[in-house]
């Protein structure tokens, strides 16, 4: 299910990325952990009272080469457009300046639910003192000191409050999946070239402007499928729909809302750091994955091209290791009719459920090959295991002490499990927990 939108707004200074942090505590994507790869801090997914959404900090999408107001100008834009609440943030210390103005004046013009914060006030006793901010038009002032904390939880419940109704919008015979990569790699290209296989439906879902870009069709067996849109395939000539944060942005939203994920590499460039970002979060979200290498036409090729290109995919995504690659040309059509298959047997992989007793088989037969690890004079034992969830499948371990479960033997533990079962293009998810 896609998830509501909350974006920060406001100029810089005022405590944006503060209140971002806050807000997403923990839940702060850990995609810096995969080696090579930069934590991003303009999109996280945050909860409040078992309400989920995604939130973006519009501060982090830079617009280098233009005028100061422009770039805020262009981030509240961002804000309408992206986002189901809208949070602005102004400087409690500093009082209304020109640019808070600016703000609210492209703000009046959203019908979209708008929580005025007034960061800053630390000191509990100048909460009162925030009667001046009412004379920005934005409703209640909401005073907060995201440094310390105080004041935050009134703006979630404000935030929960003014979310949209939950869209069941869940069919699981749907396959939803969006094609990611940087600008010309092909996408479009790809998109047209899969569609003109297929029959195009019309949306079932109407209204929403979030499922009016998405594409519904169907292939020659039936299954139906929605493509779901990015930056980069609608060309609107807005400023910021060409800079790269905003195109991560708008990926990582497009990756959130997909079951799964085409990752389109110019075989001309090889694999950037944009790729490694959009990857790694594709991976921590647990989606299915499957790498695309478009422009094949384009190389000189010899009996290694193929493999030398797949180690080079092997050794920079070292984390899909599970993700299936195919090296296509949008341009000659060359592999194309292989993708609609691929993504079959890729939702198919998400969506397999595996019964424990064969399940706890497999385990048993993996630690007979490799006993299980000792510390301080104790071994793990394992107990039993189960799946819990699919997309991504989730496996629980039932163990004497967590402790004892090491990463490398979990990770030994998955790749039995892989050798068993058909996992390919899908994450799989090993839980330790404590026996009761
Ligand atoms: P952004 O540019 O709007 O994202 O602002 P930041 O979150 O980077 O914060 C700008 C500065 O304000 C930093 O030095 C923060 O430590 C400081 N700051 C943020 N929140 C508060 C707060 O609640 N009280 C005080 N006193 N300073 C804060
Ligand atoms: P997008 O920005 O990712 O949507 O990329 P486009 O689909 O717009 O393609 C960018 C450019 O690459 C266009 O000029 C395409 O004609 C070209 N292109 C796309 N796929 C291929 C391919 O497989 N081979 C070659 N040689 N060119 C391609």
Known sequence: MSLPTV?????????????????????????????????????????????KFNIIDTGGIELSDEPFMTE???QAEIAMTEADVII??????????????????????????????????????????????????????????????????????????NLPNEIEEENENVIK?????????????????????????????????????????????????????????????????????YSVMRAMRAIDRSDIVLMVINAEEGIREYDMRIAGFAHEAGKGILIVVN?????????????NFELEIRTKFKFLDYAPIVYVSAKTGQRLNKLP??????????????????????????????????DKGKRLKIFYATQVAIKPPTFVVFVNEEELMHFSYLRFLENQIRKAFVFEGTPVHLIARKRK
């Open 341 to 374: 298959d691929m993504i079959k047997e890729i939702h198919h992989a998400q969506n397999l459920r595996i019964s424990s007793s064969v399940l706890n088989d497999v385990i048993m037969d993996a630690v007979a090959i490799n006993p299980t690890p000792t």
């Open 295 to 307: 422009k094949w036409d384009t190389l000189e090729k010899d009996n290694d091209t193929m493999k």
């Open 7 to 51: 974006a920060i707004i406001g100029r810089p200074n005022v405590g944006k990325s503060t209140i971002f942090n806050r807000i997403a505590g923990e839940r702060i994507s850990i995609v810096e952990d995969i080696p090579g790869v930069t934590r991003d801090r303009i999109y996280a997914t945050g909860e409040w009272l078992t309400r």
């Open 177 to 245: 999946f969006s094609l990611i990569g940087r600008p010309n790699v092909g996408k479009s290209s790809l998109i047209n070239a899969i569609l003109g296989e297929d029959r195009v439906i019309a949306s079932p879902i109407a209204g929403t402007t979030r499922d009016a870009i998405d594409t519904h069709f169907v292939d020659s067996e039936d299954q139906e499928f929605v493509m779901i849109d990015t930056a980069g395939m609608r060309k609107s000539g807005k400023i910021y729909e060409n800079t790269e944060k």
């Open 88 to 161: 602005a943030v102004v400087d409690g210390e500093t009082g209304i300046t020109d640019a808070d103005e600016a703000v609210a004046n492209i703000l009046y013009r959203t019908d979209k639910p708008v929580i005025l914060v007034v960061n800053k006030v630390d000191n509990p006793e100048r909460r009162m003192e925030i009667f001046d901010f009412y004379s920005l038009g934005l409703g209640d002032p909401y005073p907060v000191s995201a440094v310390h904390g105080i004041g935050t939880g009134d703006v979630l419940d404000a935030i929960v409050q």
């Open 72 to 74: 805020i100008r262009a």
